[in-house]
């Protein structure tokens, strides 16, 4: 099964970066390079490079980079996880999340979800500020036992201000802020931490990190890959790591794909 699933990682990123525009070289029927013209000129070759309007966003988190008002993204991840999100102003975008296995999988409270709203600007070409409400509903799963008489809160609120330095090609974004699950607020601030940058012509790098240092209910996940672009699809392919949750898939973590639509 990893063996299938290695292949097709490889042959989706082979595929994203031989991809040529109409100038492409190809072979006429005498077998002579197309890219030759009269007189044995060359004409040269160039990837197509396609418009990055993904540079809101990351794996799961976000940039202060806004959503123009009327636009917005539709991501599947696994299948199971499928977000959306929408520019309601320039300044002003809202985004929401649902698990579907969790929807059959979840105890009493509901399946995981989130719903987040943002608010963010720029104030020159390469910096962007922001801050964002995100409440994230993630009961514990079916089979997974409970203490007695321990209580678990349904899900919980985070405040963060965001600063992102760089493009929607190259950025950096630091997030920090406070966590409240309806009974009080977090002993010590969450941080999130992400970077992106375009290493061929479609071919980007990401990278996110979450680190939750409340004492009572330490917490920190990483995630890292590429995102291949197009004009208006883009594909990630990446690995999640937690000590608790994704190791249980494979030692190194869980790899995934995503597909992110825009509209």
């Not at 292949?7 to 890219?35: C, E, K, R």
């Not at 509901?110 to 910096?127: E, K, N």
């Not at 406070?178 to 002993?187: A, F, Q």
Request: include cysteine.
């Amino acid at each position: 099964m990893w063996g299938s699933i290695c292949n097709l990682l490889i042959g989706l990123l082979v595929t994203a970066l031989v991809v040529f525009d109409a100038g492409a070289v190809g072979w006429s029927h005498d077998g002579a390079p197309l890219g030759l013209g009269a007189g044995g000129k060359r004409f040269t070759t160039r990837v197509k490079r396609a418009n990055n309007t993904y540079g809101s966003h990351y794996f799961a988190s976000f940039s202060a980079i806004p959503l123009h008002k009327g636009t917005g993204y539709y991501k599947n991840t696994l299948v199971s996880l499928n977000a959306v999100a929408y520019g309601l102003t320039e300044h002003l975008s809202v985004s929401g999340a649902i698990d579907l296995v969790s929807l059959i999988r979840a105890r009493d409270g509901g399946p995981l979800y989130t719903g987040r709203i943002q608010l963010c600007g720029s104030t020159s070409d390469l910096f962007h500020l922001g801050a964002s409400l995100t409440y994230l509903n993630a009961r514990v799963p079916v089979g997974v036992r409970v203490p007695d008489g321990a209580s678990v809160p349904n899900g919980f609120f985070t405040a963060m201000g965001l600063f992102t330095v760089g493009t929607k090609d190259y950025q950096l974004t630091a997030a920090g802020g406070l966590t409240h699950d309806g009974h009080g607020t977090g002993r010590r601030p969450v941080f999130n931490l992400n970077g992106a940058a375009r290493v061929f012509a479609n071919i980007m790098l990401v990278t996110e990190h979450w680190i939750f240092s409340d004492p009572d209910r330490s917490f920190s996940a990483h995630a890292a890959g590429v995102r291949i672009l197009g004009d208006e699809l883009a594909i990630d392919i990446g690995l999640a790591y937690d000590k608790e949750y994704t190791t249980k898939v494979t030692s190194l973590g869980m790899p995934f794909v995503a597909a992110t639509l825009n509209f």
